[in-house]
């Protein structure tokens, strides 16, 4: 069951729902140690940041090396499309390179949050919240075809 939280500055005016995290992270070795140190540091970042925190999502071993195949992933959107319906969502993740080391596969997991209802963020205080090129660039891809 998901828990919905409310913040709000004056409880009379107004009640907003803080942001919606969802972090996802890949793993292609045995060792996670890496990986649950970078997951923590996404849920600590989300905290200091007021957002709530709807799971953690993370794919291993070949799927974290696919750009296509990332059951963990598609599961994070499912929840996302699901939970985060009128209100601000948000996939973080630690760096770019956690969707991909390459930008135009990075831009295509970006696109499917955009698609999703939501923008990515990472703990380096980047996001894509207000850059819609990669939401445009799926538009015109779409038309195209």
Do not use: K
């Amino acid at each position: 069951m998901l828990t919905v939280l409310f913040r709000s500055t004056d409880p009379i005016r107004s009640v907003e729902a803080s942001p919606l995290a969802f972090i996802y992270d890949r793993n292609a070795t045995v060792n996670h140690r890496l990986l649950d140190m970078r997951l923590d540091g996404c849920r600590t970042y989300a905290e200091r940041q007021g957002w709530d925190v709807a799971g953690t999502w993370t794919d291993h071993g070949d799927d974290a090396l696919s750009s296509d195949r990332r059951p963990g992933f598609d599961r994070l959107l499912h929840a996302m499309l699901e939970a985060s319906r009128g209100r601000t969502a948000l996939c973080l993740i630690h760096n770019w390179d956690r969707y991909a080391h390459d930008r135009p596969s990075r831009t295509t997991f970006q696109q499917r949050v955009a698609l999703a209802g939501g923008y990515t963020a990472t703990t380096f205080d980047e996001t894509d919240e207000t850059d819609e090129s990669a939401v445009v660039a799926l538009v015109g891809e779409q038309r195209s075809r």
